[in-house]
């Protein structure tokens, strides 16, 4: 059953079509990974994905361009209108509170800009605290695992340019 979330929160984050799969799946410490090669030569699309409380965190290159993707999972799940925005804030470890903005792109997923400095933040890191807000208040606080996370961010590291 988890397994099938995983997979179709993977399949939901990449949001990309016409790709050919070079892996999925892959496992590797507390994120699992997902690579598709892109046919339009412009960059294909990279994925590590880590869940926690009922929540899963994206860390996304698509087309060179890193973003991060926050979605609820479960049964549960409350869906949000394509377009609804969102107060993000991002803690690595102790490290300093990250600031973000984020867009609602489908049902259960937020889209969130990420700088360089971010992800290699979150590559280094032990956990990932991200508290998304609403014009009502604090929607959810969730403390994301990163074990693993070096070997897991090698290709997307290397496509979008975070070495």
Same mark, same amino acid.
């Given at each position: 059953m988890k397994r099938g979330i995983v997979l179709s929160a993977l399949a939901a984050l990449l949001m990309s079509g016409a790709a050919q799969a070079d892996y999925s799946?892959?496992?590797?410490?507390?994120w699992t990974t997902k690579a598709r090669d892109d046919r339009f030569g412009d960059g294909g699309?990279?994925?590590a994905l880590t869940m !926690?409380?009922?929540a899963a965190l994206g860390v996304r290159c698509i087309g060179k361009k890193l973003s991060l993707a926050m979605m609820e999972t479960g049964i549960y799940a409350r869906p949000i209108a394509e377009g609804?925005?969102?107060?993000?804030?991002v803690r690595v470890d102790k490290g300093e509170i990250v600031k973000l903005d984020g867009v609602a792109i489908g049902g259960r997923v937020?889209?969130?800009?990420?700088s360089r400095d971010l992800v290699r933040q979150i590559r280094q890191g032990a956990?990932? !605290?991200v508290r998304i807000e609403t014009a009502d208040g604090v929607s959810a606080i969730v403390v994301f695992p990163l074990h693993g996370a070096a070997k897991a961010f090698t290709d997307l590291g290397r496509?979008?340019?975070?070495?």
């Open positions: 799946g892959r496992q590797i410490g507390s699309s990279y994925i !926690a409380g009922g609804d925005r969102f107060d993000i804030k937020i889209q969130i800009p990420a956990e990932a !605290a496509e979008c340019g975070i070495d």
